[in-house]
């Protein structure tokens, strides 16, 4: 069998000399969306950030990706890979174009330099097939965008740099109708493709419109604390994170 996307087994993911995460497992295979939800400071993000290796976070455990201990490598090494972390409030760059900040990052993901009219190719059948206006790529990134225009700068940016697994981690604030489709579509157009593979962080149900969970994990106070299927996600949305405060560890 084909080596599965993402393995945790038993990962701590410590800032300092707090422990944020407590002994995570966690298997995400090819054609998978996981959800993670979890309430406020629960550490979704922390583990998000703990993938893609940020330098500021101590881990213990093992983080392996199609079957190779990432642990050691940089985040951008990893990113090379195939690996992908949207961030929950992306940076404002005024004076930093769209079209460079993802050519740029493409070129990094591909190893390689990417001409212009190339890329101006590509993004241009992108764009088509999102419904967004090509005028987008020449704004500056993030500078001013509205929640849903956020959105769609991250469903670009997933799109045109092709990872394999990736996390996408979902702001609560400003998401709209309109939003919540780009999101939905991107994803859809993303795991249609053999081999991909998603985690959606959240802590509202609302963003997955039209997503089918493989599987939803319930993260609290750094552990994890519920899996299941597409009936946790309405049961939350009803109940809240409520039962899960005193539950104990639920194992994958
Ligand atoms: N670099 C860091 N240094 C110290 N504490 C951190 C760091 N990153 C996260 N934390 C703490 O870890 C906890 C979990 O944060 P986070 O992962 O952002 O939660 P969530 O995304 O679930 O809301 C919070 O208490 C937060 O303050
Ligand atoms: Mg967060």
Redesign the pocket.
């Known amino acids: 069998m084909e080596k599965p996307l993402l393995v945790l087994k038993n990962l701590s993911v410590s800032?300092?000399e707090?422990e944020?995460?407590h002994h995570i497992d966690l298997t995400v295979r090819a054609g998978e969306t996981h959800v993670l939800m979890?309430?406020?400071?629960?550490?979704?993000?922390?583990?998000?950030?703990a993938v893609m290796g940020?330098p500021?976070?101590a881990t213990q455990g093992e983080i392996e990706y199609r079957g190779e201990d990432v642990t050691d490598l940089s985040a951008d090494e990893r990113a090379r890979r195939g690996i992908f972390l949207s961030f929950?409030n992306p940076l404002e760059v005024p004076g930093l174009k769209m079209s460079l900040f993802l050519r740029l990052a493409l070129e990094a993901r591909e190893g390689k330099k990417v001409r212009v009219w190339e890329f101006r190719k590509r993004m241009a059948q992108l764009m088509e097939d999102l419904h967004m206006d090509p005028a987008f790529l020449d704004r500056d990134l993030n500078a001013g965008f509205s929640g849903g225009e956020k959105k769609k700068a991250e469903m670009l940016q997933l799109l045109c740099l092709n990872p394999d697994l990736a996390i996408l981690?979902e702001t609560d604030s400003g998401l709209d109708v309109d939003a919540v489709r780009t999101v939905s579509g991107g994803i859809r157009r993303f795991l249609a493709q053999e081999g991909k593979g998603v985690i959606i962080?959240t802590?509202t149900a609302r963003i997955l419109e039209g997503i089918e969970p493989t599987e939803v994990h319930v993260?609290v106070r750094?552990e994890m604390r519920a899996h299941g299927g597409a009936e946790l996600l309405s049961e939350i949305d009803r109940g809240g994170f409520e039962k899960y405060l005193d539950a104990e560890v639920e194992k994958a």
């Open positions: 800032a300092g707090k944020i995460l979890g309430p406020n400071g629960a550490g979704k993000s922390t583990l998000g950030a940020s500021a976070l929950q981690d962080i802590h993260l750094g």
